[in-house]
Structure formats: structure tokens, C-alpha cells
């Protein structure tokens, strides 16, 4: 999109900028959709593709600012590099599927538009010199033809067209040599050509370019800019001309808009195959905080959920609390090599060893897990996996699920029966079986349990601003989760449980699959605290209806307690003031001793101000995209909120015993400007929902 100092004078209501909000409004919900972004003028900024709504929302900020000059060839350059650069991430079985449709938006035509050769400027076609080595002197040179007639010879405009210095890397990105032509026609559809080739090089799925000249009545930028519209020279017919060649060139279309009379829809192309509805391929819980035991043994703790037990990282002298448990030899210290104690033990026999950080002599470059799979991508450069594909293979299983039961995540090996046992791999992971040891038995006795039940299409509000899309939504039941007694120094016992859905779209074989990620949190300590007592944990919308309720009624008391004689008056500031007037330094709470700070946090991270509890919009919420998917933000964890009801009734309790209390208001404190503390997306809970 165009970001020239011409459009305060054709776009001054910024309708653009409405249009691209309207475009990323309407298609984000799609989960196997992304945006990339270049804003152009004599720069280009490119925002590489992202689901993310706040890198997103820049993008449809006016006040981004607006610069000069109008550079064609440098955008397009910047988008095949992005372009490129996806294709090369994702990997050729993801790009096989992929298909990139580019919008390019612009008022005019490109400027600075320069013909090849230095003596285009009237020092050096008067210095009696054959500057340019073309045998031609001055005014016998045809490049000194015209100098005055910036229609002829726009050169004569832009000073970057002559110079013979270095011009930085950030303006005019795609100008190199001395003195080039640049935004020429023949380039601007050479760079177009350059594009479209992206689908052939990397065997994408396709590759599409539309084009949109953006104009308005003159009357009405005269109306905006006065005589200053007439500096920046607007030429409605060349532009068309160019914009709908390249259209041409790019296989898509070109749209013409007058500003004045179109709506908000005009970036809106052909979108229709992205559109298709997604339905549910393969759904797996799986506890990240145990490992099912052998025949009849109970589970075995997973503290770190690293894929080893605790008892197997204590015999292989690695630390159950941690994930990379490589040690420096001379301090002893733990310092870790960026690879998984998991990962390690599994390559051994390629060099890797889990208590040495030099070995392998490979360092990792990226322990971050930029597709949600559970690998980080050092790890994943490794395997050969792909570092934005949750699902290399396309089996449906993602490949941090393959390393931890074992399977091979570039191999489609999901229905294949490595144990002779008569079940195939893929539901021996469903039920939480070792797809490796013959257990038919246990299979058909004591199997994890998961059914969905389809609710079809539904409008569901956007999780950013409550907007309703269509969503393709599902209810999910699972059953006889094992869990393991952690060993975590805080919040001992607690179990991490994963929810992983696989969908594909319907009618689409081409079609990327997307996967979706929940998580609960339960708590067991063997022989002596379960949490929920009854070990279930409802995450439907009647489930976090009942919560709210029954926090309500303990609020109306500490309300009616503290002298409010309208409950919903109270915030939740009162309750942190009443700690603080009430409570000493600590305070005992469902068995367990706190720190009063530690309790207001508590109620900073699971209340909003006006005390309803944090949650989802609606509980498809619970799952995120893998490759957004956070388990320290995005748990759903049943003993926080049971704390949080817990605390509730105590301090009912220090109300009613407190002498600071008095008949009338509460004396509050004014809360601070950054009390809310707490991030607002806290533990959510869900219905399920595929996408």
C-alpha cells in the first residue's frame, strides 16, 4: 500500500486504512490465514506474515505517516523478498499448499522515474564535458533534450535519479549502480514477472497479484490541498494504464475506486478459496506432566514435561525440574545447550549428549518454537521438520507429539502397528498407549476417552472485539486422564493436560490443515489432595457460568459486610484495600499460607475491576493456534480459581472480624493507575472449537 504524501490529497479521510481494517477483520478468523504487509513511499516497510492482531494493527494506523516519492519498483522488490522468505520457512510441503494473494494499492504513478544515464541535470550538460561516455557532448547529447519538461524527463524531479553517491539501503531499496533507470514500465512488469515466478521456483500453490488505483474527483483535492495538489502532478491515466498491465501480468484483477463514491469494500478480491469450513481429523489429550506406567503401574511424573520421566532423568543424572539439564564441567552449574534433555537422549547416537552443552558441536541457533509443536526450531532444523509446520509429515500428529512417543514426525506413520499388538499407532496415542509395546489389553480396558460432538457452523464473537463470525465449533468429552504426582516446590502435583485438534478444510484437498491447542491444569498429590475433588473440570460456558455465580454470592456478602449498599459497587480495588487494612503480612488459605502480596496478585490475574471473573468471550477461547499457543498464559487451572473462592470466604471471615470495617462505605484507598497488574487474558475456559 502506497504511503506517498499525495493521498492527504485523495485519500484525506484515510479510507484506505478502513478498507484494510475491514479485509483483516473479516479473514483473520480463518485459521490458516496470515498477512504480510509493505507500506511504501521512498521506503519500504515490511511487516513480515503474521496472525498477530497487535503486530497487525499498526498497519491500519493513519498515523503511521506518509513520505515521499512513490516507489513501485522497490515495494514489489520488497514483496518478492517476503514472499521468498516465507516460502523458504514453511518448506516445500506447506507451500505446495499455500496460496499467496497480493493486493497492490497506489494514487499514482511511480515516482522517481529515471532514465538511465548521469547527464540528466543542467550542471553536467553544460560543463563541456562527455560525462556519461557516449561520445555526445552537452546539448548535442539527447539525455540534455527537455531538461525543463519534468513531463518528459521526471529525472529532473529527484535528485537520486543522477547522483553518483551511495543511496542508503533503506530508500529506494531495489536502486543499485550508478545512475540506473529505475521505475521504469519495463521494470516495475520485470519485478511483477519476478513474482508470479515464485509459484514455479518453489512449487507454491499460487501466486496473484491485483491491483487498485485509488483516485478522487478533482474538485474535491483542490477542495483538501488547494494549489499544492497541483506539486504532485497527478496523472489518473497513466497510472490506470500501469496498474492494470501489471494486473495483467500478475494473473488477477485491477480495480478502479473513486473514493468518492465506493464503500469500504474495495481491497476485498477473490478470497474464496480460503474460505472453505474447517471439520475436526484427529483430536489427542495428552498429559505433559506423566507418562502412562506399564501395565497396570500407576503414571509416572513428568515434572519438567519434558518427555522423561522424573525417575528416568534421575537415573540418566539430569534434573527433573528442568528441560535442558546440561551441566558446565568445571562449575557444575546447570547451564543448558538450547536442546531438550528429551531430544538429546533420543539423538545420543548422532553426538548429542543431554549433560554435556558441547556436545553436540552444533549450537543451537533458536530455542524458540516458532510453529507450537513442541520442538524448538534449533531442534527442528536438525530433524529436517518444519520450523513453521506443526505437522511435517501431514499425519495429523504434530512432531513434538512424534519425538515423545517416539514415531518419526517426517514419516506418515500414524496408521502403521510398529508393536503387532492389532492397533494402529494413531489410536494408541488417542488412548494413551505405547504405540512400541504390545498392550492391546490395557487399550481395551483402560483407555484415555475422547469424543466430539459437531454443533456445525455458529456464530462466535472474535476473541479481540467481540465482533460474531461463522465458526465451525465442536463439544469434546475426555475421560480417564491419568495423573502423577509432580514434584514441582510450588503447587506440588500439579498435571498439565494438552487438548491438540487437527482440522482440515472441506472440499479443499489442496488446502493447508491448521491445529488448535487447549490446556487444563489439575492437581494430585498421591494420597492426599485432588483438585477438582470430583476430578472433573467443566470448561463450558455452563461450567464458567456456575463459577461466576458462585463467587457472586460470596461478593454480595463481602459487599453487604463492608457497608456497600449496592453490591455491584464494589471493585475489585476494595478487596486489595481490605487485605491491606485487615490482613498482616500473610494469611492462611485453603490450607496453605500466603503472602498478602501473593494474594493480591491472585486477584489481579483471575478478577477484572468490576470482579467478574477473567475469561474467555467464548469458550472456544480455551484453543489458540499452535503457533500462538502459550501454556503459561493460556491453562485453564480449576485450583487457581478454587483458591480464588477459597480467599473469597476468608476474607468474608476478616471483614466481619475487622475493627477497620465501619457501618457505613468502606474507607478505600484511591487505587493506583497500574493496578490492574495481571495480564487480562488469563486462564480461559472452552467448548472446543477445531479451526
Known sequence: MSGSTSLQCTDSRNRRYNALARVIDDLLPLPNLSFGFVGFASWSRVQDFTRDRGALRPLTDPGQGLGPATDYQGALASAVRLLEQ???????????????????????????????????????????????????????????????????????????????????????????????????????????????????????????????????????????????????????????????????????????????????????????????????????????????????????????????????????????????????????????????????????????????????????????????????????????????????????????????????????????????????????????????TPDAERFRRDPVRAALEDHGEVPVPDREDGTPVMRHCYGFNVEDVRLATTVQPRDRGRNRVYLTMAGEPVGAAAGRGAVRRACVEAVYVDGGRKVPASGVIDVSQRGWDALQARLDDRFDALASCMGFTEPRLMRRFDLEDLLRACVGPSLPVGGFLFQQEELRTLLRQLLSRDLTVKGPVHPSDLFWPIEQFDPAQHCFQPWAYERLQALSEVLLEVCQACPAVTTGRYDMAVPDAGADGGADGGPDSAAGDPE
Not at 515516482?111 to 563541456?128: F, I, K, S, T
Not at 525440574?321 to 528429551?342: C, F, H, K, N, Q
Not at 558441536?361 to 509443536?373: L, R, Y
Not at 494402529?424 to 494413551?432: H, L, N, V, Y
Open 86 to 436: 516465507d516460502m523458504v520457512e514453511v518448506g516445500p510441503a506447506e507451500r505446495a499448499r499455500t496460496r499467496y494473494v497480493v493486493v497492490f494499492v497506489s494514487d499514482g504513478v511511480p515516482e522517481p522515474r529515471c532514465r538511465a544515464g548521469c547527464e540528466d541535470d543542467g550542471a553536467r550538460c553544460a560543463n563541456g564535458a562527455d560525462d556519461d561516455g557516449d561520445g555526445q557532448v552537452d546539448g548535442a547529447d539527447p539525455d540534455c533534450a527537455n531538461l525543463d519538461d519534468a513531463s518528459l524527463r521526471p529525472d529532473v524531479l529527484y535528485g537520486v535519479c543522477n547522483t553518483d553517491q551511495v543511496v542508503p539501503d533503506d530508500v529506494y531499496v531495489d536502486l543499485a549502480g550508478r545512475c540506473p533507470a529505475y521505475n521504469q514500465p519495463q521494470q516495475i512488469l520485470e519485478r511483477v514477472d519476478d513474482l508470479v515466478a515464485l509459484e514455479r521456483v518453489y512449487s507454491a500453490g499460487d501466486v496473484v497479484l491485483n491491483t487498485v488505483f485509488l483516485s478522487a474527483p478533482q474538485e474535491v483535492i483542490t477542495s483538501v490541498c488547494g494549489d499544492a495538489a497541483a506539486a504532485f502532478g497527478y496523472a489518473a491515466e497513466p497510472a490506470r494504464a500501469l496498474l492494470q498491465g501489471m494486473a495483467r501480468a500478475g494473473g488477477g484483477v485491477f480495480r478502479d475506486v473513486n473514493l468518492e463514491v465506493e464503500d469500504d469494500t474495495f481491497l476485498s478480491f477473490d478470497f474464496a478459496s480460503l474460505r472453505s469450513p474447517y471439520f475436526v481429523t484427529e483430536f489427542v489429550a495428552q498429559n505433559q506432566s506423566a507418562r502412562p506406567g506399564a501395565s497396570d503401574a500407576p503414571a509416572a511424573p513428568d515434572t519438567d514435561h519434558d518427555g522423561l520421566t522424573d525417575a528416568e532423568e534421575r537415573a540418566l543424572g539430569l534434573q527433573p525440574l528442568l528441560a535442558d539439564s546440561d551441566r558446565d564441567p568445571a562449575t557444575g552449574e546447570v547451564v543448558g545447550d538450547g536442546y531438550s534433555d528429551l531430544f538429546e537422549v533420543r539423538l545420543a547416537a548422532r553426538g548429542f549428549d543431554p549433560k554435556d552443552p558441547t556436545a553436540p558441536a552444533q549450537p543451537c541457533e533458536g530455542t524458540g518454537d516458532a510453529d507450537g509443536d513442541g520442538l524448538r526450531d534449533c531442534e527442528e532444523r536438525f530433524l529436517g521438520t518444519g520450523v513453521r509446520q506443526p505437522d511435517t509429515d501431514g499425519d495429523r500428529l504434530v512432531d513434538g507429539l512424534e519425538l515423545r512417543v517416539g514415531t518419526d514426525p517426517l514419516v506418515a506413520d500414524a496408521d502403521l502397528d510398529p508393536d503387532f499388538d492389532g492397533v494402529i499407532t494413531r489410536d494408541e496415542i488417542r488412548a494413551g498407549t505405547d504405540p512400541f
